[in-house]
C-alpha cells in the first residue's frame, strides 16, 4: 500500500512492478507520479539486438486501486492488457480517461467482481455498455459523481442515462452494489425498466443501491423497479 505516502515517481513504480510480478494486492492512489509510461513501457528489453520488447504480465495481481493518479486512457488501457486476472479495479478520480479504456477493460478484464468509475466526468453511457454486457461477474459498481456538475450553458451536466441502466440491469446478473450519486439523467421511465424488467422480477441479487442527488428520479418508476 503506497497511496498517499508521497509523490511516489513513474520510474519507481516501474522497479517495483519489474520485481513483484507475483503481487496480488497494490493501492497507488492519490499519486500523481504514477503515469502512463509505467505500465505501457513494463517490459522487458530485447533478447537479441533488433529485437521486440516482450511486455511483463501482472497475471496474480488481483486488486488493485489508482484512483486519482496521472494516468490517461492509454495509460489505463496498457494496465488492462497486462492485469488480466483482476478482481478489483478502482480507477476513479481521473477526469481525462475516456470510453476507450473501458473498451479494453471490457475485453481484458473479464473476471472484474469490483469496478470504481467515480468522479470520471469523461465517461458516458457507451463505455458502460460494453462493461456491462463483457464483465459477468462484477457485484460492486460505482458510478457515481461528488459533485454536480454544470455544463456551458449553466444547466446540469447529463453524464449517465436510463440507458446504462437498463445495460447493468439486464447485463449485470450477479450485482449486488450500485451507486450512481449525482447523475441527474437517470429518470427510471423507460418502456423496459417499467415492463420488461418489472416482468422478469426484478434483479435477483441487488441488496444496495445508491442514488442519493438523481433528483429527477420518477418514484413512481422505482419503486416498479426495485
Known amino acids: 500500500n503506497i497511496a498517499n505516502v508521497g509523490r511516489f515517481s513513474g520510474e519507481a513504480m516501474g522497479t517495483l512492478l519489474r520485481g513483484r510480478t507475483r503481487l496480488r494486492y497494490l493501492n497507488a492512489s492519490n499519486n500523481s507520479g504514477i503515469v502512463d509510461s509505467v505500465f505501457a513501457e513494463l517490459e522487458l528489453p530485447p533478447a537479441y539486438p533488433g529485437g521486440s520488447p516482450t511486455p511483463i504480465m501482472l497475471p496474480n495481481l488481483e486488486r488493485l486501486s489508482i484512483a486519482c493518479t496521472g494516468l490517461s486512457s492509454f495509460g489505463v488501457a496498457c494496465m488492462a492488457e497486462r492485469c488480466v486476472n483482476l478482481v478489483h479495479l478502482d480507477i476513479s478520480e481521473h477526469k481525462h480517461i475516456t470510453n476507450a479504456c473501458l473498451s479494453v477493460i471490457a475485453g481484458c478484464c473479464r473476471r472484474l467482481k469490483s469496478l470504481w468509475l467515480n468522479d470520471c466526468p469523461a465517461l458516458t453511457d457507451h463505455g458502460v455498455l460494453e462493461i456491462a454486457y463483457n464483465c459477468k461477474w462484477l457485484e460492486v459498481l460505482h458510478l457515481s459523481s461528488s459533485i454536480r456538475y454544470i ?68 418514484l413512481d418508476g422505482a419503486a416498479v423497479v426495485f
Open 151 to 218: 455544463d456551458a450553458w449553466n444547466s446540469r451536466f447529463r453524464q449517465y442515462s436510463d440507458t446504462v441502466l437498463e445495460a447493468i440491469l439486464d447485463g449485470l446478473r450477479c450485482l449486488k452494489e450500485l451507486s450512481m450519486r449525482n447523475q441527474c439523467d437517470i429518470h427510471m421511465r423507460s418502456p423496459w425498466l417499467l415492463m420488461e424488467f418489472s416482468r422478469r422480477g426484478g434483479h435477483q441479487f441487488l441488496e444496495k443501491v445508491d442514488l442519493r442527488g438523481v433528483d429527477e428520479l420518477d
